[in-house]
Each structure stands twice: as C-alpha cells, then as structure tokens.
C-alpha cells in the first residue's frame, strides 16, 4: 500500500512540473504564459448613444502588438447575449481609439430595438497572448424608425453663398421614406431666429441635396439683410419616426446689387455725404468739401472707391474706419453678427458688413461721420481755437477735427492737415470723377496747407504721458487719466497710432513759448520728437530713450533759434521725485540721450551741525558703460536746482567715488529735511550727459 501511494505521489509531481514547464521532456510542447495585459479605463459609467465614445485603456506589453475591440452585450442576469466587432487591427500601444458619433446607431443595428437592447456592455480587447479587464456600463439611445446624419456642411464649415451647396447626409431606415430639407437660422447666442424651406419630400436614400446656384440669395430673400443674417445655420431634415443629427456652419454672402463700377460706387457715395450729413453733431458750417476731401484721401478713385478695402492699421471702407468700436456705431450700434465681427477683425465679415452695395456704402459714411462726430467731441468743440491772421476760428476748428481724423502718420502726425489741403486745392473734382457740382477749393485748401506750415508737434512713444503748458498756464495733454486741450488751436491724442504705443500733440500756429512735461507712469524708457515749422521752415528736436520711472518728471524748454545755430538750445529739468521742483538741469543739443547712473550718498544723514569735510557719492553706470569715461570736473551734486561742483574722484572695484566739500553741501539745505532727494550728474569724456539720484535725511543737530 504505501509504494503505491509513493507512486502517485510521483505521478502527481511530474505532472506539476509538466504544466508549470519547469520540466521538459522531448516531444511534449511548452505552455504559452500570458505576454501582455490590458485594463480599460473608459467606459466605465452611463453614456450618451449619441456622442463619441472614446475608448481608452492601460496596456502593459510589446510596442507593436494590435488587437480587435469588441463590444459585449450581456442580459439583466450578465449572461452574453452578442458580440460585436468595433475596429479590426488597433495598435494597443495608442491607448484609445475614437468610437462614433453615434456609437448607438451602430449597437442598435446589431442588437436590433429596444426589446433587445442589452442593458449591460462590456468592451473587450482581444490579442493573442494577452488578458483583458473592463467594467460593466450602460448605453442610453432612442432607436428610431430612420436615423440621418447631416454630413455636409459639417461642423463650423464656412461657405460662400455665391455658389451650389451639395447637402449631404448618411441614412439608415426604410428606402421609400422622404423627408422636408429645413434650413435653421440662430443668433451668435445660439438662439433661433427662424426656419426656412429648402425642399420638400426628398428621398431620404438619396443622401444627397444640390441647393442653389447662389443658394445664399435664397437666405438673403427669406432671413433680410446682414442685420437679420443669421450667425449660426444648421440644417434639419425632418421626416415620420426619424431623427437627424447636424452641426452648425456659416455662410457668406454678397447680397443682391453689388456695384462693380468705381464710379458708380463714387456717385453712391456722393449721395450717401449728402443724404446723412445733418444727423451728426459736426463742427459749424463744415464743408461738405472737406468730407469728400477725406473720403478721396483715404480711399478715393486711387482705390477705385473700393468700400471693402481693408489697410494694414485695420482701417475699414470708404471712410478707413480704424476704431473698432465705431464700426456700425453711425447706425445706431451693431445688431447683426457680420456687424460684430467686423468689430472683432474678421475680414470676411467686413466684406459683408462694409459691401461695394449701396446699403454697405451708407453704413460705412454713416460710421465715418460718427467718427468726426467724435473727434469734434474730444477737441471739447473747438473751445480753443482762437484763429490766427486770415484763417477764423471757425476754420481752424475744421483743421483740427480733420487733423484728429487721422493721426497715424508716424514721423509727422500733421501731415494729414497737408494731405487733405492738398486734395482741396488740386484734385477734389478729378477724384469724384468731375461730378457735378464737385470742383476744387484752393481757398479752403490753401488755409490746411498753411496750417502744416506753422505748428509745432508732439510725438511721445513711451512709458510715461505728456503734458505741455503755455506761459499763460494752459495745458493740453493728459491730467488725472483725462485729456485736455487748453493751449489755443491745439489738439491731443493720447493713442494716435494702430498699436496705441504712441501719444501726439498738435500745436497749430504757435504764437508762445512751451514746456514741455514727460511724466513716468512705470519703469522703463521714452523718446520724444518735437518738430517746429515755421513759414515751411522745419525744426527738430529729439530725445532718445531716455530712462524712467514711476513719478519722474522731465521737462522740456526749448529756444528754436540757438538750436538752429548748433548751440545747446534745449534745457531738460529732472524731478525725480515728482514734488513739483527739478534736481537736476542739464542743456543738450538737438539729440538728446541720457545714462541712467546709480548712485549712492554717505552719508546717509547728514547734520547740519556738523564738521565733516567731506560728503560722498558713488556712481556705477549700467552695462556697456564704464565709470573711467565720466569726465571728474563736469559732476555736480543738485538739489532742489541748485549744485555744487565735485572736488576731486577716485575710482575703487569699478566705482567712482566723487568728494564734494562738506560745508557746501550743508549750505543747500536751509533745515532740516526727512527725505531729500539728492542728484549727481555730470558728462562722459564724449559729451554724453549720466545722472541719478538718491534720498538722505538731513537734520539739525550734530
């Protein structure tokens, strides 16, 4: 008995080993283990039959390996009751696979309807060599008698109305059923604003639609003009028991009485200057010379009176409206989505909003005299304009609302004023095609043209905000974040260019001397242009980044004579800590740079009581400068505008230690002071003026 029981032990063991493969035998093949395993992670919960389903899931295996997804329908019991093939040959390194739209169209047509529809699935991944794990979900789908899929226009097509639109769906039911083609028109908000018939009782097995030609015409005659032109369009097919599914697009379109003649166009827009020139607040008895003066300089015949004309600075139509906000502002505001998105830079809807059509034409003059409107506004209604010799008022009033017009020249704003003169003089009744009624005006053009030839103007690029005064205390630029324009005949612009990085101040026929105020508004630098013409005769000024800060107030004087005889006409005064009195005054030519220096004072307080020989500054300039080039006998020690000149330097570890007499520097202050601020300037050996400050405490006792 027990050899028998030690044989089956035996036995037992050698089968162990068999199945294992820890012991092979010759002829007896190996048992296959388990390569690679594969967990999936979506779906695990309720979907939606209606959307995509992405099927994704962990892999831990070979690179290179594929596998068939599988969807397994179970009863409420798990029992399987199908298995349905997804996708053949996936690679299983991807991770997921994208499954739809309308997953449930595909289960509905293997399972069959609802009385079969299982209520438990399963993915499953199969691959040789490899486990599978997934979780149990469920699938919420309508079955239907008929389904269709819009496939074309799909979504957020684009088309254009001029042509044929090919509709296109996918259909899955009864092959004689038909259905009504419906087009649906939404607002940007997705909200619908009305449903059009395309066509009626279509074969749905067809699949297919040809809509047109200039199917968007249809669109125009049905949902009106651009202000009723629907944001968004999907389009429904609608038939017994069937759903459909689409996707929102958008069309473009031309609409009916495109004016191809330029001078047709020109004729349009003649009317247009005279039908709606009285509904704007424009400057009192302004020409309607000058209107088309502008129209012809910002577009005219040299453009063929092209209303769809967009420039580079985004200036739109006939008028070049730049301003974002005035595009449809001259209609009462924007209320169609072409009108909005005009707003926003969209070129295609520009075209339509501003169209070579008669309806597109008027918006775009209307806009333009909303823009003078506005610039007439600003300039506070001409209350500055004091006229000057021949030219009144009331003239120099128009000059400076068209100069507003149009300040994006960029080295000479007020070339605009010259342009304009120019076209009134010579070339008015040859732009608008010598229509009648429309002849040149030396006169009027004459007076713009004298205007450009005696001015003075402003250009400030920068991290700061200019401020110009008169001797008489006028002020035109910018007070507490609000423009001004005090100082006679003169205009202010505080974002005068496309980019809005720049600030323009006009003066025209200056008649007083001007300071001219740069005020920090964050660290950084500016350059500043100043030209002067006089009688044509020009004069320039420039600085040239010049550092800044928070608060810094440089102000500029300048003597126009000297500086056209080489001498240093300009004088710059610095506060540095904007209280209103200037640390430091240099005089410069007519360039302009400066080297922001650090410096350091010791002591740091100073008494007034006191014997100390000396007071200390320590200059370090910034990068690319070096302190063995300050020129020693040009550094002075400023306070409150007065200085005193350094005694003696020397340089130590790369900084410039400068000595000034102890008992001159206490003579500056006449008490004591909690935080005075304290300048060092002086020039580098090539002219080139440095500078910079630091506060001390000054007090009485020793």
Known sequence: MKNKILIMLIIISLVGFFITGCLKLPGLPEINKTSCTISVTHPIDGLNGSDICNIEWDYNGPLDKKGDIYLIGYNQEIQEIGKMLIAENVSLSDGSYLWGPYFGLAIEQYFGTDINWPPWFKIKIESVGCNCYAYFFSVCWAPSVGTVFVTNPGYHDSLVGSGTCNIEWSYNGPTDKKGDIILIGYTKESQEIGRMLIAEDVSLANESYLWGPEFGFSIEQYFGTDIDWPYWLEIEIEAEDCGCWAEFFSVYWMPSGIISNPKDRAAAALKAVEDFYNLFTLPNNLPKDIILAIIAGETGRNYDFNNELIAYDWGRGLMQITTNSFVGAGSGGCSSSYCFDCRGRNEEACYRYYSNTEEGINKNIRDGYYALAEKYRITKYCANCTGYENITPEEICWISVVQQYNTGYREHPSKYTNHIGEILK????????????????????????????????????????????????????????????????????????????????????????????????????????????????????????????????????????????????????????????????????????????????????????????????????????????????????????????????????????????????????????DTATVAVAGELQDGTPFGGNDTIRVIEKP
């Open 426 to 673: 010579n070339s008015l009744s040859w732009n608008w095609y010598h229509a009648e009624g429309v002849e040149n005006d030396p006169f009027l053009g004459n007076k713009f043209i004298e205007a450009y030839n005696n001015k003075e103007e402003v250009i400030l690029c920068s991290s700061a905000y200019l401020l110009i005064y008169d001797s008489q205390g006028n002020a035109t630029g910018l007070i507490d974040d609000t423009s001004v324009q005090e100082i006679p005949n003169s205009i202010y612009d505080p974002n005068s260019f496309y980019d809005n990085e720049r600030e323009i101040a006009v003066i025209f026929f200056p008649s007083d001397s001007y300071r001219y105020n740069v005020v920090g508004i964050e660290d950084g630098s500016y350059s500043l242009t100043i030209n002067s013409t006089k009688e044509g005769d020009s004069k320039k000024f420039e600085a040239i980044e010049i550092p800044t800060t928070v608060g810094v107030i440089y102000q500029y004087t300048i003597d126009w004579e000297m500086l056209s005889e080489g001498e240093e006409g300009v004088t710059v005064q610095m506060d540095f800590d904007g209280d209103g009195t200037p640390e430091l005054t240099v005089t410069t030519e007519s360039i302009f740079t400066f080297v922001p220096a650090e410096i350091d004072i010791d002591p740091d307080t100073l008494s007034l009581k006191s014997r100390r020989k000396w007071v200390t500054a320590y200059i370090e300039l910034p990068g690319g400068y070096d302190v063995v080039d300050i020129d020693v006998g040009t550094v002075k020690l400023w306070y409150e505008g007065t200085s005193i000149p350094a005694e003696w330097g020397d340089i130590q570890d790369g900084t410039l230690m400068i000595k000034f007499d102890g008992e001159a520097v206490r003579d500056l202050f006449p008490g004591s002071v």
